[in-house]
């Protein structure tokens, strides 16, 4: 989520903001620090971005 923010210049508040989602669950993404994340969050997000879901994020094995 790092990239797309970076491209479109935009900061954690006008992603949170413009969502509606709480910006401790950006923050969250935005570091990759996230534990889980709600099905609702990733589609508000998907929809902003106007990218598939793969393009949010990614899966690493452990």
Do not use: Q, W
């Not at 935009?10 to 949170?16: E, G």
Request: glycine share 4%.
């Amino acid at each position: 989520m790092s990239r797309l923010m970076g491209e479109r210049k935009l900061k954690i508040a006008d992603v949170a903001r413009e969502t509606g989602l709480n910006r401790n669950t950006v923050t969250l993404l935005y570091h990759e620090t996230a534990a889980r994340v709600e099905l609702d969050a990733i589609d508000r997000l998907c929809k902003f971005f106007d990218v598939p879901v793969g393009e949010l994020l990614e899966r690493i094995p452990d």
